[in-house]
């Protein structure tokens, strides 16, 4: 049964900072995996897909890498701003189609 | 393009009553899946729905059902409600049924159950 884990659940940094958010799943027989950002009380907004067959994606200051046989994927943010406050989750996608999410990590980015 | 829309924004019932929730695929989508999302907690799958044909189904109870018409529009019906189906309920669209495409979600419907 496949099983996703972010860490850290909650992460406060100053603006400006670079950080790394975490995501591993057990089973590396994945699709591809995606990374979103919830606002409170919203809907997801989708920032980047990763194919199985790729290693990374960048969408401005946003890079997220894929270690399948790991079971691992890092989303890096640079240069942080208070806007990029907000939790967010990756999911996999297994060959049923459905996705498997994280629990999400809540980060607040301090002006 | 119109992107995934879902009525109503908020709901409130009573515990043992029944719940039809709405969603409007994004535009040539024909694949609508269903999360629910606890406070907290990343979504859940719930099942989905190609082609008019449920094609997936999470650890979800019987009382849980759904439907998708022609235009790809999609209900989820909750009945017998209980407490703890007071969530966020997300819907999400993809173009076919392709496992490699990526879905979009709609801002979701929070039901809460008294």
């Known amino acids: 049964k496949q099983e996703v884990t972010q860490i850290p659940a909650a992460l406060s940094v100053p603006e400006g900072e670079n950080l790394v958010l975490n995501c591993s799943f057990t089973?590396?027989?994945?699709?591809?995996l995606q990374w979103f950002r919830q606002d409170p009380g919203k809907g997801l907004t989708s920032l980047l897909l990763i194919q199985s067959s790729q290693r990374e994606q960048t969408s401005g200051r946003l890079n997220a890498s894929l270690d399948k046989s790991s079971g691992r994927s890092t989303l890096y943010i640079a240069a942080s701003q208070p806007g990029d406050s907000a939790t967010y989750l990756c999911?996999?996608?297994?060959?049923?189609?459905?996705?498997?999410f994280g629990q999400g990590t809540t980060l607040q980015v301090k002006p | 393009e119109t992107g995934v829309t879902q009525s109503p924004t908020h709901l409130i019932k009573t515990r043992g009553q029944q719940v039809t929730l709405r969603c409007s695929s994004q535009s040539g989508h024909n694949t609508v899946s269903w999360y629910q999302q606890a406070l907290g907690q990343g979504p859940q799958f719930i099942f989905q729905y190609y082609r008019e044909e449920e094609n997936g189904r999470g650890n979800f109870p019987p009382r849980f059902s759904g439907l998708q018409f022609p235009n790809y529009s999609s209900e989820l019906n909750v009945n017998a409600l209980e407490l703890d189906d007071s969530a966020l309920y997300l819907c999400?669209?993809?173009?076919?049924?392709?496992?490699?495409?990526?879905?979009?979600f709609g801002p979701g419907t929070r039901l809460t159950v008294l």
């Open positions: 999400a669209s993809t173009a076919s049924g392709g496992a490699r495409n990526e879905q979009f």
């Open positions: 089973d590396s027989a994945i699709y591809n």
């Open positions: 999911a996999v996608r297994s060959n049923t189609g459905k996705l498997i």
